[in-house]
Every structure is written in C-alpha cells, then in structure tokens.
Nanobody
Framework: QVHLVESGGGLVQPGGSLTLSCAAS????????MKWHRQAPGKRSELVAG???????DYADSVKGRFTISRDNAKKMVYLQMNSLKPEDTAVYYC???????????????WGQGTQVTVSS
C-alpha cells in the first residue's frame, strides 16, 4: 500500500508565501515523476508543477517565476514553494506521483487527499 500525504496549506494574505510538502510512504521501490495539481471551486483541475527523476521541472504559465517545485528522493518527498501568492491561487492542492511498488509490474499513479490553500486579506 502506498500513501501520499500533503501538508502546509492554510490561509495567507496576498503577496505572502507558503510551502507545501508531500510525503510518500509504503512499499515503494522507485518514484518517477512527482507533480502538484490544484482545483479551485467551480474550475477544472490544473497541473501546477512537475519534477522528474532527473530533477527536471515544468510549470504552468500562471505560476512561473512564483512557484518552485523540488524533491528529496531519500525522504520520498516533494515540495512546492509558493511566493507572491494571489487570490486566484486559492484552491485545493494535490500531490501526485508515479510510483513503482515493491514487487510491482508497472508504474502506478498515486494521489494525495489534498491540502487547502486560501489567499485572502
């Protein structure tokens, strides 16, 4: 069994910063791509940022220059540093990872439960 657990969400004023963390646990052999998605009320889910196993990164245009994704393979964690936050960044943020479990036969797609980020004065 594999679990992804996000933390670090909360209420922040416009212009502020937050760092989200996501910890993977369980019978994990290897982790490939790790991503952050978000979904605001009434809107479609959006891929915010991704980082591959070689630490290559990619960002949505809406967050480029403000958000930074990073990972710690030894700790099986992925982070999202969010700066210069705007009200439109308000959403539930979900961690997503491609994981090969011990004894598995293919990569599996795993998701966390989400953490709420609210940007408001």
């Amino acid at each position: 069994q594999v679990h992804l657990v996000e933390s670090g969400g909360g209420l922040v004023q416009p212009g502020g910063s937050l760092t989200l963390s996501c910890a993977a646990s369980g019978s994990i052999f290897s982790i490939n791509d790790m991503k952050w998605h978000r979904q605001a009320p009434g809107k479609r889910s959006e891929l915010v940022a991704g980082i591959n196993s070689d630490f290559g990164t990619d960002y949505a245009d809406s967050v480029k220059g403000r958000f930074t994704i990073s990972r710690d393979n030894a700790k099986k964690m992925v982070y999202l540093q969010m700066n210069s936050l705007k009200p439109e960044d308000t959403a539930v943020y979900y961690c997503n990872a491609e994981i090969w479990v011990v004894g598995g036969t293919r990569w599996g797609d795993y998701w966390g439960q989400g953490t709420q980020v609210t940007v408001s004065s």
